[in-house]
């Protein structure tokens, strides 16, 4: 970890010290700023009992600028699109420097247990959330059976 500045060093050893309930994150060998992250299905969500796998990736103007994360795992969400992006506005205009990797990955984890289908990344699941949701969290359960399940 030579070369990383103190606070992602410190935030490193911290999350690898006192994980979160239901999430790890290990840095990558190759790349410190590279995180592999798994995180649980939230209980009592249409994700709970799916293992998700995510990338988190902090860029050089960290912690200036908001870590990178997306989801590995297909997921059906209204606030996660096709390619993992996120719609979570502490990824972006409400990013504040004294925000922390465990505090991304609990507020992503949040959005598992509660997605908001009124500002959405994935309209088509929004709009499904929104005349259907029965049937959206049917879907949800069921990619989360096909996608993020190991049995």
């Not at 006192?18 to 290990?26: D, K, Y």
């Not at 465990?102 to 959330?129: C, F, G, H, M, Y």
Request: aromatic letters at 8%; one cysteine or more; hydrophobic letters at 40%.
């Amino acid at each position: 970890m030579t070369g990383l500045p103190r606070r992602i060093i410190k935030e490193t050893q911290r999350l690898i010290a006192e994980p979160v309930s239901g999430i790890t994150a290990q840095p990558n060998e190759a790349n410190a700023r590279y995180f592999h992250v798994l995180m649980a299905g939230p209980k009592d969500s249409p994700f709970e009992g799916g293992s998700f796998k995510l990338e988190l990736f902090l860029p050089e103007e960290y912690p200036m600028s908001p870590p990178k994360v997306r989801f590995m795992t297909k997921i059906y969400h209204p606030n996660i699109d096709k390619l993992g992006r996120i719609c979570l506005d502490i990824l972006k205009d409400k990013w504040s420097p004294a925000l922390q990797i465990r505090t991304v990955l609990l507020s992503i984890q949040a959005l598992l247990s509660a997605p908001n289908p009124d500002d959405p990344l994935a309209n088509d699941v929004a709009e499904k959330w929104k005349s259907n949701e029965a049937q959206a969290l049917e879907t949800a359960r069921a990619w989360t059976k096909m996608y993020a399940s190991s049995s």
